[in-house]
């Protein structure tokens, strides 16, 4: 089979720049593909923190006269992992302090990301045509996210297009801007249409990324179908439905040897299936270190999260009292909404030793409370695809989540039927209310002081494959389809 090349488009990319979900998928999938025989190379903005952590590098274009954009360049690297890196650099756009996307004195996205990541999408286009002053050329370029979004409304209109793909990560950023960002960008002017990157009136990205693509993925089959439907289509559902055929939802994989128990550098104690006592310690650990009672035989729970509405731990934290009567312990750790993270803060001063928070983020942290609790929730009203529920399960520690997208497909309610044929990986609730999430942790629990069955149910977690490999595949299957090569 011949090399497929793929420029892979992202506006982040761990372990290089990370605010959420893209930035993993961003830094395995390519990595994944190349053993498939893909020449996959990932173009990335030249933020502060992606240039401090380049390896060895080299210019190998510049881009001095894009209609309406500042002058960049394009530097070459490898990452750690063997996937080649061309990185934007335009220090106008992307040397700045803060996330990619906010400016950290305000608060609020920057005023141009229009132009950032407009940028973004030009260069890839560039490079996906006959204009590219590259010697490689890729066969395909798929995009991800509402950052992407443009590529291929320049691809339309550029000699030499190659077929390009968009994956997404979220239909709930999209990119909305006012519409005169159209001319700004030196977009086709009849592209702002309902035909087009038109959505109510505003300039989207995202509708861009949809309607021009050659293909459309998203992180789950299940959310594949959610957004082309009234609750979760935000507005793109007409459009989505009408490109049904052309989507492909594809439930994305984890890194396996940096969520490994058994090797994981920053747990106390290893274990696996067959040796489970060492998720005994990781409890005490975690008890210890977060300043709960230190008592093997009560259940403890665990949030690694944002604390958002989408995340659904406003329903969480109002049962709270009404859990720890069962007896439980409840540690959460995550940031987002002010409301919420003083909300959890309250419980933690009311109930010491039996609530546990801390507002922000921990790496090592997150590991330990994967590796230390006997329950994760994970409520969400909607998850294009998660991926603390593959942590989890991985870990030893069954789930509880709503069923929505990606954990809908990756978790497997645990019912008599299901723990006896060992496909059983957690505990799935419909309709988000309190009592149903309430009524479903109790069942948790009740199974928990089961020693036998909670034993069997940790198993069948752990011996669940959640690496990219799969994922991979499927990918390429996409690609060698939009290529015609199928």
Not at 270 to 297: I, Y
Not at 374 to 398: A, H, K, V, W
Request: proline share 7%; glycine share 8%; hydrophobic share 40%.
């Amino acid at each position: 089979m011949p090399v497929i090349k793929v420029l892979f488009v992202t506006s982040e990319i761990a372990p290089l720049i990370k605010t959420g979900g893209l930035a993993d998928v961003s830094g395995a999938l390519p990595a994944a593909l190349r053993t498939l025989n893909i020449d996959v190379r990932v173009l990335v903005p030249g933020y502060p923190q992606v240039m401090a952590q380049m390896g060895p590098s080299e210019v190998v274009a510049t881009f001095n006269e894009l209609p309406g954009f500042p002058p960049s360049r394009l530097i070459f690297s490898i990452m750690k992992t063997g996937v080649p890196l061309l990185v934007l650099d335009c220090p106008k756009l992307f040397s700045r302090d803060g996330g990619p996307y906010m400016d950290p004195e305000t608060g609020h996205d920057w005023t141009d990301n229009p132009i950032r990541f407009g940028l973004l999408s030009k260069v890839a286009a560039v490079l996906s045509s006959d204009a590219s002053p590259l010697s490689w050329h890729p066969d395909l370029v798929h995009g991800n996210d509402w950052q992407t979004g443009l590529i291929g409304v320049y691809l339309s209109v550029a000699t030499g297009a190659v077929p390009n793909i968009i994956t997404i990560h979220n239909l709930a950023f999209q990119g909305n801007f006012r519409p005169k960002k159209v001319k700004l960008l030196h977009l086709p002017p009849d592209c702002f249409s309902i035909n087009g990157v038109e959505l109510y009136g505003k300039m989207s990205f995202l509708k861009a990324g949809l309607y021009y693509a050659w293909h459309i993925t998203t992180v789950s089959a299940n959310y594949a179908c959610e957004i082309q439907g009234d609750e979760l289509g935000f507005g793109l559902q007409g459009l989505l439905q009408s490109r049904t055929k052309d989507i492909t939802g594809i439930l994305n994989g984890i890194d396996t040897s940096d969520w490994n128990s058994e090797t994981d550098k920053y747990l106390p104690a290893h274990f696996s299936p067959t040796r489970m006592s060492g998720k005994a310690h990781n409890k005490q650990a975690l008890q210890q270190r977060m300043g709960l009672q230190v008592d093997p035989a009560i259940p403890l729970l665990a949030v690694v999260s944002r604390l958002t509405h989408q995340k659904g731990l406003d329903l969480l934290l109002e049962i709270v009292p009404r859990l720890l009567d069962f007896p439980v312990q409840l540690v959460i750790l995550g940031s987002g909404d002010a409301v919420m993270q003083q909300d959890a803060r309250d419980l933690a001063q009311l109930y010491p030793g039996k609530v546990a928070v801390l507002i922000g983020f921990d790496e090592g942290l997150s590991h330990q409370i994967e590796a230390g609790a006997d329950i994760f929730i994970m409520p969400s009203r909607f998850e294009p695809c998660g991926l603390n529920q593959f942590y989890s399960q991985r870990y030893g520690t069954p789930p509880v989540v709503h069923n929505t997208g990606g954990l809908a497909d990756s978790v497997v309610d645990c019912t008599p039927e299901t723990l006896k044929d060992g496909t059983a990986s957690g505990f799935v609730f419909s309709g988000m209310t309190t009592d149903n999430l309430y009524a479903t942790i109790q069942r948790a629990v009740d199974l928990y002081r089961d020693e036998r069955k909670w034993k069997a149910l940790r198993k069948n977690c752990m011996k669940k494959d959640f690496s990219w490999e799969s994922s991979a595949r499927a990918y390429r299957e996409v690609y060698l389809k939009v290529l015609g090569r199928s």
